[in-house]
């Protein structure tokens, strides 16, 4: 089954769709984080246990592993 290629948008229908987009992100409520500990909700975001911080460490972490095992696999092929 081939999927039916799209019409593209013309620039009054994207600026339309622009503006719809922008009223419903107005119209969502803040974030409340109730599985995150009120004490750290409550940080500055300039504090180092801060939740903007930690996701940002979390990520870190996570890319330097992805990049660690990475190279492992290379030496392994390497190797053989």
């Not at 992100?25 to 750290?40: F, G, I, L």
């Not at 870190?60 to 992805?66: E, F, G, K, V």
């Amino acid at each position: 089954m081939v999927k039916k290629k799209r019409k593209p948008l013309s620039e009054a229908q994207k600026q339309e769709r622009r503006e719809r987009l922008a009223v419903a992100r107005d119209k969502k409520p803040e974030p409340k984080y109730v599985s995150v500990a009120s004490n750290v909700r409550e940080l500055e975001d300039s504090h180092p246990l801060s939740l903007k911080n930690t996701r940002k460490h979390i990520r870190l972490i996570r890319m330097r592993d992805r990049d660690l095992k990475r190279s492992l696999e290379l030496l392994m092929i390497v190797r053989r």
